[in-house]
């Protein structure tokens, strides 16, 4: 019996755990190069960490890093759907990192296991939405003095951090890791992008050529969706509120309109807008029979289930992930993982090659609240852009990817402005 503090499903997932987090770790080179780096150094040398995140193998390595820097860590789950069970076993029984986190969780349970981390009484936090700085705040005031600082993962998360900030509520700073470039336009792009269509192929096996598929949200994840969406074959809209991001999606080649319109022809919605109640009743109202409606959003109220549930006559579990609601005229609705996440509910979130990226920037950002301690503002802080850039050549390297430099007499060209024609 191991002594290391948890709450997981079952120990005896913890051998397929390790093979697939030591699988996930051969993707990712850039951590492989911070594990080493900071092996002797240990930045973080008996600081308590709580990570709320999502507890798949890239946040594993991510965890085995951290705790090669020095640091004292606890995790829990971010979502009560993405956790991957054998891998919470693997955490607490091989790499010996308390972890409170069981896929399907309750939402009382949830809030369990954010205040099990809570418990640890964090020096750093590490959040992907938000919620962990947000209970801590909201409930556990008392630990606040502890506190050197957090970063976020997500862009939800760094939204309500920024609105935190904006009340002057926010009582340590926060490294919005998600808006590196490094993260977003590699994460929210390619990684959502693959896996928001390998949650969605592998919950409903239907092919998607041929089929209206809409996405909600022209972000940096709506624009990944859209992009493999168009990749596998299906005709794709956008609908999007933004004037300029409604444009880039017409200038990419996809149909643009109001949801209200794309409701009656689609075979496919996901949502990927980070609001709420994006999809509601009077689009069921319209909705074309068979929809296939999806959230690749952070939380689960992009879609309004509530008026689902209250228009629909019946609801039918068709396949693990798929639920089917029939209204009165006998249109059926279908719903995917009961509007969570579908990437990490019914797949397995982003692959490695990408959180790669994410997570170093993650590293980097713990390490550098370390090094600032304490002369940061109370505020949602940028990743400072050479960390970024740093990130950046770290990745092209292991990709075998040289790339040119400036001569001197280019470089002095940017610099002055006599020069014209
Ligand atoms: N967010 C999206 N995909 C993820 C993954 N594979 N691991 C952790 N967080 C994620």
Known sequence: MTTIAHDIKDVRLKEKGVIRTEWALREMPVLRHLMQRYADEKPLQGIHVSGCLH???????LARTLKMMGADLVLCASNPLSTQDDV????VHHYAIPTFA???EDTQTYYQHINAALDHRPQLTMDDGADLVSELHKSRQDLLANMIGGTEETTTGVIRLRAMAGDRALQFPVIAVNDAMTKHLFDNRYGTGQSTLDGIIRATNILLASKVFTVVGYGWCGRGIAMRAKGH???????EVEPLRALEAAMDGYQVMPLQQAAAISDFIVTATGDKHVVDAAHFKVMKDGCICANSGHFNVEVNIPALESLAVSKKRWREYVDEYTLPDNRRICLLAEGRLVNLSAAEGHPATVMDMSFANQVLAIDYLVSQQKTLSND???????LD??????KLHTMGVAIDTLTDEQQTYLTTWQEGT
């Open 55 to 61: 507890i798949t193998t890239e946040t594993a390595n």
């Open 88 to 91: 919470a076993a693997a955490l």
């Open 102 to 104: 069981i896929k399907g």
């Open 233 to 239: 074959g299906a005709q794709v809209v956008v609908c």
């Open 380 to 386: 949602v802080h940028s990743m400072p852009k050479y």
């Open 389 to 394: 850039e740093e990130v950046a050549k770290l």
